[in-house]
């Protein structure tokens, strides 16, 4: 019963493909997150979608596009990968316009580019 | 705009030492305030939060007074153990509530 859940955990693929990362969440929550990891532990916002309406879209590179098919699902494709990506893919979840609410986050997809 | 500092890292510390890592934040309104954990290998966790000027957030032996005339959010453990090696990650959350601003982590290790 796992409140956020990413998949894949890990994934290692070739500079030039195309891969997706798909997140559920069975909290009841209305809005949901993307970040992306550095190296340096640095959590950047990427997207985030409020009743699968995209609200906040930071500067990411088009190659990156969220889907949102429901309110308790974000997915997330990328085109054409590059070295750059290499990083932890973080999803989270929270009850959008209750800011005493937290966020909720999956164990991470890391994604490597050979 | 909104926006948190976290003191930088890394910290070493040794078991059952004092632990203090600084947080100061910018925000319009009235923010609500977190300290999220991050074991390695894992996902962050919500450590404790604080949702008004005064309230102390506390769990597992951490405690954040959120103070306002000082724009301060510190976390603080009297007596840290290894289990306690992390990365921590301060972070408020914007009036609006679903926009969330996060510091950039302050690793801890702690030594036997």
Known sequence: DTAVSQ???????????????????????????????????????????????????????????PK?????????????LELGDSAVYFCASSQGGARSQPQHFGDGTRLSIL | GNSVTQMEGPVTLSEEAFLTINCTYTATGYPSLFWYVQYPGEGLQLLLKATKADDK????????????????????????????????????????????????????????
């Open chain 1, 7 to 65: 998949t894949p955990k890990y994934l290692v693929t070739q500079m030039g493909n195309d891969k997706s990362i798909k997140c559920e969440q069975n909290l009841g929550h209305d809005t949901m997150y993307w970040y992306k990891q550095d190296s340096k532990k640095f959590l950047k916002i990427m997207f985030s979608y409020n009743n699968k309406e995209l609200i906040i879209n930071e500067t990411v590179p088009n190659r990156f596009s």
């Open chain 2, 57 to 112: 957030g506390s769990n597992k032996g951490f405690e954040a007074t959120y103070r306002k005339e000082t724009t301060s959010f510190h976390l603080e453990k009297g007596s840290v153990q290894v289990s306690d090696s992390a990365v921590y990650f301060c972070a408020l959350s914007g009036t609006a509530g679903n926009q969330f601003y996060f510091g950039t982590g302050t690793s801890l290790t702690v030594i036997p």
């Open chain 1, 68 to 80: 949102s098919p429901d309110k308790a699902h974000l997915n997330l494709h990328i085109n054409s």
